[in-house]
Every structure is written in structure tokens, then in C-alpha cells.
């Protein structure tokens, strides 16, 4: 998932202006924590740093990482810094080895453990080192700005934060203010002197305009840059400069149009055209262009471009990937707009088609909104979403899915069955199950985009693997899953083993659950991590209802280990593995470390109420007699009180209610031992419990007491709720150890 032109910062042009001035600015500030570089578009942002990089010759490190709109996804966006630190640091391997541990955790869970894991990787670390994130508009999403926040608050001395952006980022940035650890380079700071505009016009271009017309053109640019670049093109095709200057006028949009035209005006057609049909186009390599313009030779024309204007930015050393410079590329779309109109959508088209067959899947998906064509972003979507769940990055498909239109997602079963799938990952039940209700609702015949057999068999997988409709109906849906996705064909049949094996340990049949958990773990190749991490954990439950706790402990660290050395993910049903290790913990009596891995996975899953109840239940029955061994017991009572509500919304729960009871009786007969008895047994239920202990009818002990029945029957109850039992066995049990009888 990884785009490397993100991690590369641009190279430098030799007709560049060099801002000495800026670069002094930006490196006597590294004492600082944070720079913020804020101006709008064209104001040399990103040249300023591609500059400073150079300027600093490999002297200190420097993490780069170009942003987009998709870095909105906080896994995709820390995956890519991860990879930019490390690159900076090529002498320290291991770092970010373990730093990803738990990017899909929601919330404080994500910024409280694995932020601070990064943060304390970078401070362990004896190199100074420059993070900048450029283009940071891009990020519009609260659960992002909130991490960067997180990561500014806590940035290690050893690291500077550069953020650049056509606006002000929307972070916590006053303390810092006030603190003097902020440098701002804003608009003002960024236009163009006079001396920077004289040396761009008549040093680097070679114009020979006198200082009143600099000083004029100054003036109507406002000293904006990349207006002054423009001007500076136009100018070498004119013989009066002088006239041109003068009759220069305009806002920034209308400059901006009028340039382009005269930039584009003294062109070849063959280059003209190159560039219009490639403007689609975020980023260029030849293949890509190639597919999308019909030649054969674009990598050939995209170097000479690169060489021969300021517009075409090298993104990597090989001179094989490229991008427009942000402005001219929207001046080649305006212009492709208006002399050929009907052009895009095909052009973005061919381009979507070549992206998806080399794995770029989200650029194939981004051309397909662009173009408007929903249908085949859609059918991208159907395709390919079940790779971006496994790598956890749900909230990318999500975002995709809400910027389809209502009524494309409303009318495709394919479609619906993704977001039936995201809204039960997310724990929006009856979402979840309005949507598979209207897949089902479509007749549509045949295997799904994604390899799932029929809307059939992909009804019953989800149905079984989240349990929804009770435990007997996840079994009959998951044999029917598992006889629809045949494991010799399916590529979701590790799905359908997995659902059969978590269903049957629920039911209770042990040895059945085993099996197919087995093959489920089998099946999984290494990019199914969240399959491998649910068998894993679904595995060692079972072992250790078994009583084989070292096969259990091993089962449930290695699921651990697969969560938090694993790549990110969102997925809260990794959760099972702590419950999984906390149970073998409790079993073992390690209660402190079994409290603190239960309660911290059901707080997770509790930020969810809508998921699959029965890991709760299993967590709870868990945590329980561990609450009530640590002294707890009216935390003990509540665990219990919540399973009871669970049972009672859920009444096919397999076997969770017999292991409900269970707690229930180890629960009372540990607070028996521990001599806890609500209140003194009086003298005649004292002789009444003397008479448990054999075989006598509640008559028979009523008239070797000369009392009615009933009567003993009353001090029966009352002594079972004095000692916290249920049956005569535990009352005598009991009372024997409390010595009294």
C-alpha cells in the first residue's frame, strides 16, 4: 500500500529561484519544534523545501511525504511517515519494526499507544531529524488532524515537524506560539521581492527587463510566484516587452487563464496534445501515459518536458515518475475542458484501466469519481474492497462507498453487500442487515465481483462470521457458506472455515470447532492477518476449555504477536486476542495481567455496541471470577449482570449460558470460603443444614424436626442465600468448610 513518489521530494530546477533568505529562515528554526509553511497554491511551497533539502547537502536527515486526499485514512497516512523515517535513517534497521502496532485501534487507543510508541522510537534515537509533510490541505478529517496534534504535542527534541499547506492547518498550534517554539512562513514571506522578481526575469530567464517594469509586474502578481513564472514564458516570445507588461492586468484566476493560453499557444500540437490528454493524470510515468494517449514514446517525451520547462516535477531518481506542477496541471484541464469536452471521461477511463492492472488501486478508483463514471467506480469497489479490509483500511472503502451516489449503491447487490459487510465491521447492526436485506431483494445470478459465489453464499458469510441471528442459525448459515465457497476453488472458503469454527465453539462441539478453525488457519495467506488473528484466538479458546492452557498461551501470543507486528488495522475484531490471552492469564492466575488484557479489549469493543455480542460474552465470563478473585465483587456482579442482559436480548447463545452458571457457582463458592455469608445462620437452619447432607425428603426433615414443611422449606432458602448457593451439595459443601457442621 505503500506509493514511494510520496516519499520523494521533488529535484530541484536549475531556472529555479533559490530563496536564501526562506532557507535561512527555515534552518536557523530547527531549534524549534514545528515549522508551518502556509500559502496558497503557486506561492513555491514545495520548491522552498526541495531546495532546503538540497541546501543542506545530506548533513541531516529528512523524512518527506507528499499528502493527498487519501492520506484522510490515519492508517495509509502514519504507514507512509513510518516508511519515510526509515528511509531517513538507513542505518537504523529496526526502527519502525514494531511502531505499527495497533494503527487500526479507534480513537485514544490509536493516539495514546501507538503515537507514543513512535514518539519514544524517534526519541531513542541519536540522529536530529526533519519530518515534513507537504500539500497537508489534503487532510480534512478530524481522527488525522487529531493524531498530528497528538504527535506535535509530544515531537521529541531531536525532531523538527515541517507542515506545509495552501492553508492554515487546523492544529493546536498556540502554546507553541507562545512558547516560541513555532516559525510560521506565511504569504507575505513568500511572495517575491523585488530583488528575487529582478533575478528570476533577468538572471535565470535572461529577459533584460528594466526595474520599472519588474517593479510593475510585480505589482500586478502581487509577487505571486508561479504568476510571475508564467509571466516570465510568455515573455520570451515577445518582442515588446515593455507593451506586454504594461497591458497586464486582471485577477489571479483570469492571469492565470490568460498565461496558460500563452504558454500553450507556442507549443507543437503533438506536445500540446500530450499534455492536455495527460493532465488527467496525478502522477505520469511512460506505461501509464502510454495506455492513456495511444503512443509509445511518452516516457521519451516526459524527460524532454521535465527538461526543457519548470511544469514537469521529477518525483524519483530513475527519471521515471513525474507530476505536473499542481497550477499548470489545472490550467492543461481547463483547457482540455473547453476545446475538447467529451474527452475526459475516456481519457480518465484508459487511465483507471491501466492503474487497477498494476495494483494502484485507489488512484483507478479516484479516476473513476473524477470522470463521474460511478458504475465502474463502483465495480472497482466490488471488486477489490476485500484488500483493503484485510489490511485494514476500512475506512478507505467506506469513504469510497459514501461518495458513491444513493442510488448506484442502492441498486447493485454487489455494492450492498460491501456495505453490509462495513456497517457490521463498525457495529451498525441493523445497517448491516437492512443492506443484506436488499441485496437479497436484486435476483441477481451469479459469483460476485469480489470471487464470492452468489449473493446467496455471501448473505449466509456474513451472517455467520458476525452470529447475528443466534447460535444455532450462525451454524446451519456457516455449513451453508462453507458448501457454497468450496475450499478448492473459493478465495473466500478460508472465510467460510472460519465462520463454521467460531459458530461451533460457541454451539460447544469442541472437537467439530477445532477442525474447522484448523483449516481456516491453513487457508489464510499472509495478507488474510485478520483471518489468521481470529482463528488463532478462536483456537486457543478452545484449547483452553479443553485444559490444555500451554497450547492455548502459545495460540493466543502468537494471535497478539500477528496484531501488533502486523500491518495497521481498523478492524476492532482484533480485539479476540487479547480476550483470547486474558482468558489463558485468568486460567493460570496471573489476574492482574488478565484484568488489564480483558477490560482493555471489551472497552474497545464496548466504543462499539453494535458488534457481534458473543467475543463480549466471552470476555465478560471471563473477566468475572478474575474481578471477583482480586477482591472486586460487586465488579465481579456487574460483568455478570451484563452477560445476563446479553443472554436475555440473545436467547440462542449456545453454550454461554451453561458457562454463565458455571461462573455464577465458582463465584458463590468463593465467597462462601472466603467466609462472606450474608448473614448468621440462626440455630434451627444450623440443624436444618445438618440434615442436607443425606438423603431425607423436605418432609422426612420436617418431622424429625416436629415442623411443617413448608417451614423448612423457607430456612432452605434463607440458608441458600445466607452461603450464596443454589443446590444442596454446594450448601453442604460449604459448610463444611466454613466448620459448620
Known amino acids: 500500500m505503500i506509493l514511494r513518489p510520496k516519499l520523494r521530494a521533488p529535484v530541484p530546477r536549475p531556472e529555479q529561484l533559490v530563496r536564501d533568505g526562506l532557507l535561512a529562515l527555515l534552518h536557523d528554526a530547527l531549534e524549534c519544534r514545528v515549522s508551518v509553511i502556509s500559502g496558497p497554491t503557486?506561492?513555491?511551497?514545495?520548491?522552498?523545501?526541495?531546495?532546503?533539502?538540497?541546501?543542506?547537502?545530506?548533513?541531516?536527515?529528512?523524512?518527506w511525504v507528499s499528502l493527498d486526499e487519501h492520506d484522510n485514512d490515519p492508517a495509509r497516512l502514519w504507514g507512509h511517515i513510518v516508511e519515510a523515517l526509515r528511509g531517513a535513517m538507513p542505518k537504523e534497521e529496526d526502527f519502525g519494526a514494531d511502531v505499527l502496532v495497533g494503527l487500526g485501534a479507534v480513537g485514544e487507543a490509536f493516539v495514546g499507544s501507538t503515537l507514543s510508541m513512535l514518539i519514544n522510537a524517534l526519541a531513542e534515537s541519536p540522529h536530529q531529524i526533519v519530518l515534513l509533510l507537504d500539500d497537508y490541505q489534503f487532510?480534512?478529517?478530524?481522527?488525522?488532524?487529531?493524531?498530528?496534534?497528538?504527535?506535535?504535542?509530544?515531537?521529541?527534541?531531536?525532531?523538527?515537524?515541517?507542515?506545509?499547506?495552501?492553508?492554515?492547518?487546523?492544529?493546536?498550534?498556540?502554546?507553541?506560539?507562545?512558547?516560541?517554539?513555532?516559525?510560521?512562513?506565511?504569504?507575505?514571506?513568500?511572495?517575491?521581492?523585488?530583488?528575487?522578481?529582478?533575478?528570476?526575469?533577468?538572471?535565470?530567464?535572461?529577459?533584460g527587463i528594466d526595474a520599472d517594469d519588474v517593479a510593475i509586474l510585480l505589482e500586478r502578481?502581487?509577487?505571486?510566484?508561479?504568476?510571475?513564472?508564467?509571466?516570465?514564458?510568455?515573455?520570451?516570445?515577445?518582442?515588446?516587452?515593455?507593451?506586454?507588461?504594461?497591458?497586464?492586468?486582471?485577477?489571479?484566476?483570469?492571469?492565470?487563464?490568460?498565461?496558460?493560453?500563452?504558454?500553450?499557444?507556442?507549443?507543437?500540437?503533438?506536445?500540446?496534445?500530450?499534455?492536455?490528454?495527460?493532465?488527467?493524470?496525478?502522477?505520469?510515468?511512460?506505461?501509464?501515459?502510454?495506455?492513456?494517449?495511444?503512443?509509445?514514446?511518452?516516457a521519451n517525451v516526459l524527460r524532454e518536458l521535465a527538461r526543457s520547462n519548470l511544469f514537469v516535477v521529477g518525483l524519483d531518481d530513475q527519471d521515471q515518475w513525474y507530476r505536473y506542477h499542481h497550477l499548470f496541471c489545472e490550467l492543461l484541464l481547463y483547457?482540455?475542458?473547453?476545446?475538447?469536452?467529451?474527452?475526459?471521461?475516456?481519457?480518465?477511463?484508459?487511465?483507471?484501466?491501466?492503474?487497477?492492472?498494476?495494483?494502484?488501486?485507489?488512484?483507478?478508483?479516484?479516476?473513476?469519481?473524477?470522470?463521474?463514471?460511478?458504475?465502474?467506480?463502483?465495480?472497482?469497489?466490488?471488486?477489490?474492497?476485500?484488500?483493503?479490509?484485510?489490511?485494514?483500511?476500512?475506512?478507505?472503502?467506506?469513504?469510497?462507498?459514501?461518495?458513491?451516489?444513493?442510488?448506484?449503491?442502492?441498486?447493485?447487490?454487489?455494492?450492498?453487500?460491501?456495505?453490509?459487510?462495513?456497517?457490521?465491521?463498525?457495529?451498525?447492526?441493523?445497517?448491516?442487515?437492512?443492506?443484506?436485506?436488499?441485496?437479497?431483494?436484486?435476483?441477481?445470478?451469479?459469483?460476485?465481483?469480489?470471487?464470492?459465489?452468489?449473493?446467496?453464499?455471501?448473505?449466509a458469510l456474513l451472517e455467520a462470521t458476525f452470529g447475528y441471528g443466534g447460535i444455532r442459525h450462525g451454524v446451519q448459515t456457516a455449513r451453508l457458506a462453507a458448501e457454497l465457497e468450496p475450499i478448492e476453488t473459493s478465495p473466500w472458503a478460508v472465510v467460510a472455515c472460519l465462520a463454521l469454527g467460531s459458530s461451533l465453539y460457541l454451539q460447544g462441539d469442541l472437537p467439530e470447532a477445532r477442525r474447522a478453525l484448523e483449516n481456516a488457519l491453513s487457508l489464510a495467506d499472509d495478507n488474510q492477518r485478520l483471518v489468521r488473528v481470529v482463528a488463532l484466538s478462536f483456537l486457543s479458546f478452545v484449547a483452553t476449555d479443553e485444559g490444555h492452557l500451554e497450547e492455548a498461551e502459545s495460540l493466543a501470543l502468537a494471535a497478539q504477536a500477528l496484531v501488533e507486528r502486523s500491518r495497521p488495522y481498523r478492524i476492532p475484531q482484533t480485539t479476540l486476542a487479547p480476550i483470547a490471552y486474558g482468558r489463558v492469564l485468568a486460567e493460570k492466575g496471573?489476574?492482574?495481567?488478565?484484568?488489564?488484557?480483558?477490560?482493555?479489549?471489551?472497552?474497545?469493543?464496548?466504543?462499539?455496541?453494535?458488534?457481534?455480542?458473543?467475543?463480549?460474552?466471552?470476555?465478560?465470563?471471563?473477566?468475572?471470577?478474575?474481578?471477583?478473585?482480586?477482591?472486586?465483587?460487586?465488579?465481579?456482579?456487574?460483568?455478570?449482570?451484563?452477560?445476563?442482559?446479553?443472554?436475555?436480548?440473545?436467547?440462542?447463545?449456545?453454550?454461554?449460558?451453561?458457562?454463565?452458571?458455571?461462573?455464577?457457582?465458582?463465584?458463590?463458592?468463593?465467597?462462601?470460603?472466603?467466609?462472606?455469608?450474608?448473614?448468621?445462620?440462626?440455630?434451627r437452619e444450623l440443624e436444618v443444614i445438618g440434615l442436607l447432607d443425606g438423603r431425607l425428603t423436605t418432609r422426612q426433615m420436617a418431622e424429625s424436626l416436629f415442623v411443617a414443611p413448608s417451614t423448612v422449606r423457607t430456612q432452605i432458602k434463607s440458608i441458600y442465600r445466607k452461603l450464596g448457593v443454589s443446590s444442596r451439595g454446594e450448601a453442604v459443601a460449604v459448610a463444611r468448610e466454613q466448620g459448620l457442621v
Not at 498530528?148 to 492554515?168: C, K
Not at 500540437?269 to 510515468?285: D, G, I, M, N, W
Not at 488501486?361 to 479516476?367: D, K, R
Not at 457490521?424 to 460476485?448: C, H, I, K, T, V
Request: glycine share 8%; with cysteine.
Open 42 to 63: 503557486g506561492y513555491g511551497k514545495t520548491t522552498l523545501l526541495a531546495h532546503w533539502l538540497q541546501a543542506e547537502d545530506g548533513e541531516l536527515p529528512f523524512a
Open 139 to 207: 487532510v480534512t478529517e478530524w481522527e488525522t488532524h487529531e493524531s498530528i496534534a497528538f504527535f506535535i504535542e509530544h515531537i521529541p527534541e531531536n525532531v523538527h515537524l515541517v507542515i506545509s499547506s495552501r492553508s492554515d492547518p487546523p492544529l493546536p498550534l498556540g502554546r507553541l506560539r507562545a512558547m516560541g517554539e513555532l516559525n510560521e512562513i506565511r504569504t507575505g514571506q513568500l511572495a517575491f521581492t523585488e530583488e528575487e522578481a529582478e533575478c528570476l526575469l533577468n538572471e535565470k530567464m535572461g529577459l
Open 221 to 298: 502578481t502581487e509577487g505571486w510566484p508561479a504568476g510571475l513564472y508564467l509571466a516570465s514564458l510568455s515573455l520570451r516570445n515577445k518582442e515588446d516587452k515593455h507593451a506586454f507588461i504594461q497591458s497586464f492586468r486582471g485577477s489571479d484566476r483570469y492571469i492565470v487563464g490568460l498565461l496558460g493560453e500563452e504558454v500553450l499557444a507556442h507549443l507543437s500540437a503533438e506536445v500540446r496534445q500530450f499534455l492536455l490528454e495527460t493532465s488527467v493524470l496525478r502522477r505520469l510515468t511512460g506505461p501509464l501515459c502510454d495506455a492513456v494517449t495511444g503512443r509509445q514514446d511518452s
Open 335 to 459: 483547457e482540455l475542458k473547453s476545446v475538447q469536452p467529451g474527452m475526459e471521461p475516456d481519457l480518465r477511463a484508459r487511465a483507471s484501466e491501466w492503474l487497477e492492472d498494476a495494483g494502484m488501486i485507489e488512484e483507478a478508483v479516484w479516476q473513476a469519481f473524477e470522470a463521474e463514471n460511478h458504475g465502474l467506480a463502483g465495480l472497482l469497489i466490488a471488486r477489490h474492497w476485500r484488500g483493503y479490509l484485510f489490511a485494514g483500511q476500512t475506512a478507505t472503502v467506506q469513504r469510497w462507498l459514501s461518495s458513491l451516489p444513493q442510488d448506484v449503491l442502492a441498486h447493485s447487490a454487489p455494492l450492498t453487500l460491501v456495505k453490509a459487510w462495513i456497517c457490521a465491521l463498525d457495529g451498525q447492526r441493523e445497517e448491516s442487515q437492512r443492506f443484506l436485506r436488499l441485496a437479497e431483494s436484486f435476483g441477481y445470478e451469479g459469483p460476485l465481483p469480489d470471487g464470492i459465489a452468489s449473493v446467496e453464499s455471501g448473505v
Open 590 to 683: 496471573n489476574l492482574e495481567e488478565a484484568q488489564e488484557e480483558l477490560e482493555g479489549a471489551l472497552s474497545s469493543r464496548g466504543r462499539l455496541p453494535g458488534l457481534s455480542p458473543w467475543p463480549n460474552l466471552i470476555g465478560l465470563l471471563a473477566l468475572a471470577p478474575v474481578l471477583a478473585g482480586r477482591g472486586d465483587r460487586d465488579g465481579a456482579r456487574a460483568a455478570l449482570a451484563e452477560v445476563r442482559a446479553i443472554l436475555d436480548a440473545h436467547p440462542d447463545a449456545g453454550m454461554l449460558p451453561e458457562l454463565l452458571e458455571r461462573q455464577n457457582r465458582k463465584l458463590r463458592v468463593r465467597r462462601a470460603r472466603e467466609g462472606r455469608l450474608d448473614a448468621e445462620l440462626t440455630e
